[in-house]
């Protein structure tokens, strides 16, 4: 019988087991198609065919020995037209993802307080989300059957506000009147609700809980405001999955250290995390209870030298080496103009330093 040791490695750390081996996950390196080609050896690039590209994705992922692959419903469908769209910066090969579609949903705060989301979304028809999200995750076993899948949301609560309203917006309306603003997050969540009483019904056993919290300074609101209207949402879109028995993992980008507790007491069971949050933090206090994710910094890839990776990677190692439930990752990602002899370092120094 063949074993496969990503996947076996994953769910073991996915279930504190202690695997000997630390496994990874990362997020976007699959389309680093420099970097593809390089460890695959197939011929890819941006231009390829959906076909070629899907493949040399599957062979990246199984050649980069993925524990669990980082997956959501795409979120952009939820919302319809009714969304704030701020285009998109360059990231991708080529510029493929660029977009100059800037449009503003609602003009003025006093509109933001009065949305009723129901009128304006719709209630939803459970059994087509719940078959929406199983299709998601079965996909996703066929495209990466080597590695622990999922399938998640990502407009929990203030990246749902992010979506409709735009950063101008948000930041306006809670600064005219938070009060109000919180009452549309309180708002917001029993309209998002729907979609987590289906999330708890899918077949997918792990989900991903993705909520851009902060930015890279921190919070961008008053932690009162998070005490009051964030985390208590939270807690209340999480309990569908909890009395079902999802394993939540959870995502934010930017730094929410200030945040970790709270984040800990809506009982997920998991902390994905980009470099600013502070992982030492996390793996002393739930080192042996939760899953944790992270967090090599994509910056040291991107300009460091081949000692400043390998320091960056056992940095990381040395955190997570006693945490049972640990998984090596780069925050928030290896954009494709990272030099590829550097992702090669890292991968090399992961292997090189993930035995326990």
Known sequence: MIINMSYENGLSALNLEMPPKIPRTEYSAHFHWDLVQKVTGIEVSSYSSGQTRIHASEEFIKAWDYGFFWNIIPFDEQFGENHTKMGHASYQQNSTDYSDDVRVFIEEPEDVFDLDFFETYGEKDK???????????????????????????????????????????????????????????????????????????????????????????????????????????????????????????FTSDGNFTQFVDDIAACSVNGFVMEPCTDMSYICEKYGSTHVIVGNADTRILLCGDKDDIENEVKRCIALGRDCPGYFMAVGNHIPPNTPVDNCLYYNDFYEKYSRR
């Open 127 to 249: 059994s087509r989300l719940i078959t929406d999200f199983n299709q998601d995750y079965q996909k996703m076993i066929r495209e990466h059957p080597d590695t622990v899948n999922m399938t998640g949301i990502y407009t929990t609560c203030m990246s749902g506000a992010i979506e409709i309203l735009g950063w101008d917006m948000l930041l306006l309306a809670a600064g005219v009147d938070s009060r109000l603003f919180g009452e549309f997050m309180n708002r917001y969540t029993e309209w998002n609700l729907q979609y987590f009483e289906a999330l708890a019904e899918c077949e997918s056993p792990v989900v991903m809980v993705h909520d851009d919290i902060v930015w890279t300074s921190g919070a961008f609101l008053a932690p009162e405001f998070y005490k009051t209207f964030i985390f208590p949402n939270l807690k209340k879109l999480l309990a569908p999955l909890q009395e079902k028995g999802k394993k939540i993992l």
